[in-house]
């Protein structure tokens, strides 16, 4: 082969190799960073602090040691899990947490809303949820699919806001349980499927989060029945789960927080909304630092380090642990250690009945 050749071929190889590097998708498209500043991974919180937005699904006959072995590596006192069912299961979850790790787990009941509004079907659903709380539940979670999916005896929608659910809010309040409630979901998942969408990724590789205005409701009509529900039932507690889905408009949420002094909020699966406006989000929990709980809603060990690492450091630009939920990067919001430590412990051990406090400094 002349060397004429062999140079053309050379040339062919690296014009299709670059041309192969070029043609990337956005999904492939995650470069390293060149940034050298100070900082690093933070893998354990600078205080013992409680998940109020954990899950263990199995709990009823879970083993639990692997699961605190994780909760000590990272500091965690307790975790709050929210999916405790209800009846039969939650009495052995209780049950499985007394006799092998009292003290660092509670658990909080939920509801079936499907048929709401059967002859009889109110009376039976506060009756167990009084007798849910007898067996050890200290608060009641409620899924999404309420607003979203559940129907009413006549195979409507049921509204977050229905008259007929209102002994069950009242309930609560009575029992001095909070409500720790998913209401709809991120509004991007609503707007427009486009290249302006923040949540573009997401909903490319997760498409059936995508909504629409009749998919089920607007995403307005379903945080306004949430409110609408927190503003009627003053005298119970309710923790808006993922900060309301208002933690990309901060002057919205002070707003709404202003209006409901029963409403608090936790900051689950929302950190990288906190993490790109650390100036605003500082100010933010200073302010409200005594309605801020900490939460992480899916049980994934190794990302509890981002979450500390934004609330606790000044370090600037460092990675988030998922590109699809957010392509930029994080900042710390350096909050002092007193809200740090009603962030993490005091705010939860205020609202939620049955926690053992003797672990957590005062």
């Known amino acids: 082969m002349t060397r004429t050749k062999i140079y053309l071929l050379a040339l062919v190889c690296f014009s299709t190799y670059s041309l192969k590097s070029q043609d990337l998708s956005f999904e492939e498209y995650n470069p390293k960073s060149t940034l050298v500043v100070p900082g690093k991974t933070i893998t354990k919180a600078k205080f013992p602090f409680i998940d109020i937005h954990g899950h263990q699904y199995n709990m009823p006959a879970q083993n639990l040691a692997p699961v605190i072995a994780a909760m000590d590596t990272l500091n965690m006192q307790i975790m709050v899990n929210l999916s405790g069912r209800t009846g039969d299961d939650l009495i052995k979850s209780v049950a499985n947490i007394n006799k092998n790790f009292p003290g660092r787990f509670v658990v909080f009941c939920n509801i079936n809303f499907e048929g709401a509004g059967k002859p009889g079907w109110i009376e039976a659903t506060v009756k167990q949820l009084e007798q849910d709380v007898k067996n050890g539940a ?209 705010n939860t051990l205020r609202i939620v009945p049955g926690l053992d406090k003797s672990k957590f400094p005062k």
């Open 138 to 346: 200290v608060g009641l979670k409620v899924y999404k699919s309420l607003g979203l999916s559940n129907k009413d005896a006549d195979g409507k929608r049921l509204a977050i806001d229905d008259p007929r659910l209102d002994p069950i809010w009242a309930k609560c309040g009575e029992l001095k349980i909070p409500v720790l409630i998913h209401a709809a979901d991120p509004k991007p998942f609503w707007d427009e499927f486009n290249g302006d969408n923040e949540r573009w990724l997401e909903l490319k590789t997760h498409p059936r989060r995508k909504r629409s205005a009749t998919d089920p409701a607007p995403f307005e009509q379903i945080i306004t029945e949430e409110h609408n529900m927190f503003r009627k039932h003053k005298n119970t507690t309710f923790v808006n789960a993922h900060m309301g889905w208002y933690a990309n408009d901060l002057g919205k949420l002070a707003q709404l927080l202003d209006e409901m002094p029963n409403m608090q909020v936790e900051i689950g699966a929302i950190i990288a909304e906190l993490g790109r406006q650390p100036r605003f989000a500082k100010a933010f929990f200073i302010k409200y630092q005594d309605r801020i709980h900490f939460g992480k809603d899916s049980w994934q060990p190794d990302e509890f380090c981002t979450y500390f690492r934004v609330l606790e450091s000044a370090d600037e630009y460092f990675p988030y642990h998922k590109k699809y939920h957010a392509f930029w990067p994080m900042y710390g919001l350096d909050l002092p250690d007193e809200v740090l430590k009603k962030v993490y412990y005091k």
